[in-house]
C-alpha cells in the first residue's frame, strides 16, 4: 500500500511539484521514498524515525527532566519509629 504521488510528496515535506523534479532528477529518489514508507508501514522504528525526523523536523530531546517531589508526614515517621521501638527493631 503505502502513499504514492502527491500525497507522498506532502508527506515528505515537499510540494508536489518539487516531488516530480526530484525524481525527474534522480530515479532511485522515488524508489527509495517509496522502500521508506513501506518499511515504515511494516514497522520499521528506523524508518519512521527517518521520516519524522527529515520529513516532518522531529528532534529527540537532548534532556531529561524528572520532578521528585515526596511529602514526609511526622505522624507517620513517629508512628513508624515506635513500632519500630515495640518490635525492638531498633538499630543502634
Not at 26 to 35: G, R, V
Not at 58 to 75: C, G, H, N, R
Request: aromatic residues 4%.
Amino acid at each position: 500500500m503505502g502513499l504514492k504521488g502527491d500525497s507522498l510528496a506532502l508527506a515528505s515535506g515537499m510540494l508536489p511539484v518539487e516531488y516530480r523534479q526530484l525524481c525527474q532528477f534522480d530515479p532511485l529518489a522515488e524508489l527509495a521514498a517509496q522502500k521508506l514508507n513501506e518499511a515504515s508501514d511494516q514497522g520499521d522504528a528506523k524508518a519512521s524515525l527517518a521520516i519524522l525526523q527529515h520529513a516532518h523536523g522531529w528532534t529527540a530531546k537532548q534532556e531529561i527532566s524528572v520532578d521528585v517531589y515526596q511529602k514526609i508526614s511526622v505522624l507517620t515517621a513517629l508512628e513508624q519509629a515506635r513500632a519500630r521501638v515495640i518490635e525492638g527493631t531498633v538499630v543502634g
